[in-house]
Structure formats: structure tokens, C-alpha cells
């Protein structure tokens, strides 16, 4: 099997291949037993359509995808897949997203065997993610519109005067 040589975006991955290359962000990670699969470990990935955009309220955009691996890659992936890094993969199964557990809205899930090759990504940055404030910073927003507020002024080009906007 050849490797892949462009990237794909989530929304493109089917399942009539195995030779796909994506650029992703780990989201979220955890290990799950189960009685019937034994230990996996799960994660949720993200890729660079996936943005944070703000109007009245955050919405959501983008494509967010399940992947799992069976017992025998845990602590491999754990190590090559620590949460909040961007990662490049390579060679890995894509099967429908079934069950009644979906920690996503995606119709297929990614499947990691021995064969996958997980790698640095420097190309994407986080500045499209969310990232929570914390609640202290929270508290302070009132002072900090007062501070801000007190500084501005306005200038008046004909009469040539400042004036304060408060």
C-alpha cells in the first residue's frame, strides 16, 4: 500500500480505503472497558475546519470524529496522542460510528491498528479553539470595561476639541 500524500479533511475520510493522511487536533482522550471489547482507548479528534465562532452565543462549525484503538496500541497512542496537540495520521481503518454510545455526530469513527503512523503537525495553531477563562478573570471584567471605559475620548476635527464618551 502506497502513502498518501495529501491531507485530507475529516468530512472527506470514507470507509473504501485505509491510506488516509489527516492533519488533527486531539480534543478529549480516555480509556474505556468494556465486557464485550475488552480495553480501548478513545479519543476525539478535530480538524482545522473545526472553528469557534462568536455571534450572540458560540456555535460550533466543523467536523469532529471518534477514533479508538484495541488494547494492544493503548500505551502506544497514549504517548503519540497527548490532548491539545496537533498530529498528522496516517494508515487507519474507518468503519461507521455505531452503538449507543457516540461521543460524536460524525457517521464513521477512525479505527488505529499496528499499521497507523502518528506524527508532529507544526502547521495549525490554537487560536481557533476554545479556550475557558478562568473564573477570577470573570469577576474582573466589570473593573476592567471601567478602566477602559475612562480612557476613551473622541476628537473633534472642526472644533478641535476631546471629548469623553462616558
Known amino acids: 500500500m502506497t502513502k498518501p500524500s495529501t491531507f485530507r479533511l475529516l468530512n ?14 486531539v480534543l478529549h482522550s480516555w480509556k ?32 469532529k470524529i ?3 484503538c484495541k488494547r494492544n496500541q493503548i500505551f502506544r497512542l497514549q504517548r503519540d496522542l497527548p490532548v491539545g496537540e496537533w ?5 487507519f481503518q474507518v468503519l461507521a460510528a455505531t452503538g449507543q454510545y457516540r461521543p460524536t455526530i460524525h457517521q464513521y ?10 506524527t508532529e503537525c ?14 477570577d478573570d470573570l469577576r474582573n471584567i466589570d473593573e476592567k470595561k471601567k478602566m477602559f471605559l475612562k480612557d476613551t475620548h473622541v476628537y ?3 472644533s478641535h476639541e476631546y471629548y469623553n464618551l462616558i
Open 156 to 158: 473633534n476635527s472642526t
Open 32 to 63: 474505556q472497558t468494556t465486557s464485550y471489547g475488552g480495553d480501548t482507548f478513545e479519543c476525539v479528534l478535530a480538524d482545522e475546519t473545526y472553528l469557534l465562532s462568536k455571534l450572540i452565543f458560540y456555535v460550533m462549525q466543523g467536523v
Open 122 to 135: 507544526d502547521f495549525l495553531s490554537n487560536n481557533h479553539f476554545l479556550s475557558l477563562t478562568s473564573y
Open 12 to 25: 472527506g475520510v470514507k470507509p473504501f480505503r485505509n491510506n488516509w493522511l489527516i492533519r488533527v487536533k
Open 109 to 118: 469513527k477512525l479505527v488505529f491498528s499496528n499499521d497507523n503512523v502518528v
Open 87 to 91: 498530529k498528522t495520521i496516517d494508515t
Open 66 to 68: 471518534a477514533a479508538s
